[in-house]
C-alpha cells in the first residue's frame, strides 16, 4: 500500500521506502524527473535567446574577430564578419546557440533531478553527496569551458596560419559556431571524467591502490583521449586539454587516497560497536615483564634458570 506516489514514506528510511517502489512508481517518478529537467532547459534557452543580442553573440564571436586582419573575413567598415550562405541560416545558427547554453545554464538543475532519480536510497544525511556532485560537476564544466575559450584564439590563429599567404580566409556563420560549441563542449564534458572516478570510490567500487597502480595508464588514456576528443585534432589543444586533465585525475586519486583511510577508521571504530557490553576482552595467556615472571622463551630457544646456591643445595639434600 503507498508504493505509488509519495516516495519516501514518513516512518521510513530512503532505503526501506526505495525497497517499496513498483516498477509503475519508478516510471512515474521518471516521467517527473525527466518532465522537471525539461523545463529547466526551455528556461534556460529562452534566456539564452535573449542574451544572444544582448552580449552572448560578441563573446561567441570574439576569438575570431581578434584575429589578425589576414586570418578574418573583412566587412566593408573594417569590422569582422562571418557568411552565411542560407536563408535559415541565421536563424538555425541563433536556435543552436539557444539550446546548447540554456542546457549549460540549467545544468545544476537537471543534473540535481538526475541525482535524485538515480539514488532513491540516500538518507537525509546523506543529500549532502548530492549537493557536493551538481556543485563539483558544474564548477568542472565551466572551468573546462572556460580554459576552451581561452585557448580559442591562439588555436584558430595555428590552424588558420597554416593556409599560407595565398589563401583568402574567409569562415562561415556555420562552420565556426559549430567550431566553437563543439570546442566548448569536448572540454567540459572532458573534465567531468576524473568526478566520476571520485564517485566511483565514494561508493566503494573504485578504490586508491586499484587508482594508484593504474596511475601510468591512466596518463596515457588521458593523453590518447584528448587526442581523439579535440576537434582540431592539432597539438596544442590535445595538450591543453590533457594537462589540466591529468591534474584532475591526480586530484581525484589523492581524494580516493583519503577517502579510503576515512573508510578504514571508521569500519575499525564499528567493529568495536558490535561487541556486548558484557563480553570479555580477549587477553594474551603469555606472561609479561610487568607481573614479575620471566617471559616465555621461544620455541627452540633453552633458558637457563638461575644456579641454586650452597645454603639452599644442602636443604635440598635434607
Known amino acids: 500500500m503507498g508504493a505509488i506516489g509519495r516516495r519516501r514514506r514518513r516512518g521510513g528510511t530512503g532505503r526501506d521506502s526505495a525497497a517499496t517502489m513498483t516498477l509503475v512508481a519508478h516510471l512515474t517518478e521518471l516521467r517527473t524527473r525527466v518532465g522537471t529537467s525539461l523545463l529547466f532547459i526551455l528556461l534556460g534557452t529562452a534566456l539564452a535567446f535573449w542574451w544572444y543580442e544582448h552580449g552572448l553573440g560578441d563573446v561567441i564571436r570574439a576569438p575570431y574577430c581578434g584575429l589578425p586582419e589576414d586570418l578574418r573575413y573583412n566587412d566593408s567598415d573594417g569590422g569582422c564578419g562571418l557568411l552565411i550562405t542560407d536563408v535559415f541560416g541565421g536563424a538555425l545558427i541563433r536556435l543552436k546557440i539557444s539550446f546548447i547554453v540554456g542546457i549549460v545554464l540549467s545544468a545544476p538543475f537537471w543534473l540535481f533531478q538526475l541525482w535524485r532519480f538515480v539514488t532513491p536510497g540516500l538518507e537525509r544525511n546523506e543529500k549532502f553527496y548530492g549537493v557536493s556532485f551538481v556543485a563539483a560537476s558544474s564548477a568542472l564544466f565551466a572551468l573546462g569551458a572556460a580554459l576552451a575559450y581561452v585557448s580559442l584564439a591562439a588555436g584558430l590563429r ?3 596560419g597554416l ?6 580566409i574567409a569562415l562561415t556563420a556555420q562552420d565556426y559556431i559549430g567550431f566553437v560549441l563543439s570546442l566548448l563542449l569536448a572540454f567540459g564534458v572532458s573534465f567531468e571524467v576524473p568526478l566520476i572516478a571520485v564517485m566511483l570510490n565514494a561508493v566503494g567500487i573504485l578504490t586508491y591502490a586499484a587508482l594508484a597502480s593504474a596511475r601510468r595508464w591512466i596518463f596515457f588514456l588521458t593523453v590518447v583521449f584528448a587526442a581523439f576528443v579535440t576537434p582540431t585534432q592539432d597539438p596544442f589543444t590535445m595538450l591543453v586539454m590533457a594537462g589540466p586533465m591529468v591534474v584532475l585525475f591526480e586530484m581525484a586519486i589523492q581524494l580516493a587516497r583519503l577517502v579510503d583511510k576515512r573508510r578504514a577508521r571508521r569500519a575499525a571504530v ?8 558484557d563480553a570479555a576482552s580477549p587477553l594474551d595467556p603469555a606472561p609479561s615483564r610487568l607481573d614479575g615472571r620471566p617471559a616465555a622463551a621461544a620455541p627452540g630457544h633453552v633458558q637457563l634458570l638461575p644456579s641454586a646456591g650452597p645454603a639452599q643445595s644442602r636443604q635440598g639434600e635434607r
Open 163 to 168: 593556409a599560407g599567404d595565398g589563401a583568402v
Open 270 to 277: 564499528e567493529s568495536f560497536h558490535d561487541l556486548d557490553d
Open 158 to 160: 595555428l590552424l588558420l
